[in-house]
């Protein structure tokens, strides 16, 4: 079974502000690049993956530099009492380790 990781150069998760937060997928080549975006990997599995509704997740494909970026609410606002990853940075193994 094929995973993201197995496929993209880099994956990785970040802030897009304090109510937002933001993974990114990397690929060396068009190829590779075509074959995530094809894939299972869609706002449907990042919804799924991060507990979040399908309609607020934002799917940006960046052809020219073979980059698929995610961007969703966060559940709690960065900075809360109860988040537990201040910059969303540990975030991505779900993606990551996401079957194509």
Same mark, same amino acid.
């Given at each position: 079974m094929t995973k993201v990781r197995d496929v993209a150069r880099y994956v990785r998760s970040k802030? #897009?502000? &304090?109510?937002? #937060?933001?993974? *990114? +997928?990397?690929? =060396?080549?068009? *190829? =590779?690049? *075509?074959k995530i975006k094809n894939s299972k990997v869609t706002a449907r599995k990042i919804a799924e993956l991060y507990n979040v509704d399908e309609s607020k997740v934002k799917v940006f494909y960046v052809d020219n530099i073979n980059v698929i970026k995610f961007s969703f &609410?966060?559940? +709690?606002p960065q900075g809360h009492k109860y988040e537990n990853d201040m910059h969303f940075g540990q975030q991505y193994i779900?993606? #990551?380790e996401t079957a194509l």
């Open positions: 802030n #897009a502000g &304090p109510f937002w #937060a933001t993974l *990114e +997928i990397f690929c =060396d080549t068009k *190829e =590779d690049y *075509e &609410p966060r559940s +709690i779900l993606l #990551a």
